[in-house]
C-alpha cells in the first residue's frame, strides 16, 4: 500500500513570495491534515478536512495561508505572502473516517524563506 | 485546557542500553489516547505506541513499552536494547475528545556506539 506523498520536499523562497505544497493521501483515506513543525517543535494542526470539507481550521492563519481538497482526494497548501516565520516543515497525513488517532504521515516539506 | 510536556530536550544512549524518554500531560478530559512517534532526519512521523486511557496494562510493541501511570499523568516511553537507528526525534503525543492530536516539543535521542 502506497504511503502519504507529499511534494516538493525541498522549497526555498524570499520573503513574500508565493508558495504551494501537494498531498496525495492514502487511498481510501477520507480524513487529511495539515500540520507546520517549526525546528525544534513538535507539529501543530493547521486544518483538517473530512473528505472536500474543512472539519477544524482554527490555527490556520487565513490571511496568508489557504488550503483545498478537490474531490476529496489530493490537497494543496499554498502560503500568501510568506514570512520568514513560516520557515518549516510541512507535514500532511491521513486517516481513515472515524480513526482520527490512527494517522500516517507523509515525509513532509521543508519551506526556508529568506 | 490540554498541554504535553517533555522535559528532556537532548539524551545520550549507549548502544544495547535502555532509555527513558519522559512525558507528562495536563487534561481534564476522561477519554484520550497517548502516541509515541519517532522522527528521523529523513522528517516522516512514525508510529510507535499507543495506549488509550481506559487500558490497565501497559503497552508495549517490541522492543518499545509504554509506562502509563495515570494518577501522575505521565507516559513514558522506554526503549529497551538501544540500536544505532534508534537515533531520531521523539514526540509524545495525545489524542483528545475534540480529535485532535497534540505533539510535546520532542527529546532527541542520539545512540553511541
Known amino acids: 500500500e502506497a504511503g502519504v506523498a507529499q511534494s516538493p520536499r525541498y522549497k526555498i523562497i524570499e520573503k513574500r513570495q508565493s508558495v504551494a505544497f501537494w498531498c496525495n493521501p492514502i487511498s481510501g483515506h477520507a480524513t487529511l491534515y495539515w500540520y507546520q513543525q517549526i525546528l525544534g517543535q513538535g507539529p501543530k494542526l493547521l486544518i483538517q478536512?473530512?473528505?472536500?470539507?474543512?472539519?477544524?481550521d482554527s490555527q490556520l492563519p487565513k490571511d496568508r495561508f489557504s488550503a483545498e481538497r478537490l474531490k476529496g482526494v489530493d490537497s494543496t497548501l499554498k502560503i500568501q505572502p510568506a514570512k520568514l516565520e513560516d520557515s518549516a516543515v510541512y507535514l500532511c497525513a491521513s486517516s481513515t473516517s472515524g480513526r482520527a488517532y490512527e494517522q500516517y504521515f507523509g515525509p513532509g516539506t521543508r519551506l526556508t524563506v529568506t | 485546557a490540554q498541554k504535553i510536556t517533555q522535559t528532556q530536550p537532548g539524551m545520550f544512549v549507549q548502544e544495547k542500553e535502555a532509555v527513558t524518554l519522559d512525558c507528562t500531560y495536563d487534561t481534564s478530559d476522561q477519554s484520550y489516547g497517548l502516541f509515541w512517534y519517532k522522527q528521523p532526519s529523513s522528517g516522516e512521523m512514525i508510529f510507535l505506541i499507543y495506549q488509550g486511557s481506559y487500558d490497565e496494562q501497559n503497552a508495549t510493541e517490541g522492543r518499545y513499552s509504554l509506562n502509563f501511570q495515570k494518577a501522575r499523568k505521565s507516559a513514558n516511553l522506554v526503549i529497551s536494547a538501544s540500536q544505532l537507528g534508534d537515533s531520531a526525534m521523539y514526540f509524545c503525543?495525545?489524542?483528545?475528545?475534540?480529535?485532535?492530536?497534540?505533539f510535546g516539543a520532542g527529546t532527541t535521542v542520539t545512540v553511541r556506539a
Open positions: 478536512f473530512q473528505n472536500n470539507g474543512v472539519v477544524d
Open positions: 503525543a495525545m489524542y483528545f475528545n475534540d480529535y485532535k492530536l497534540s
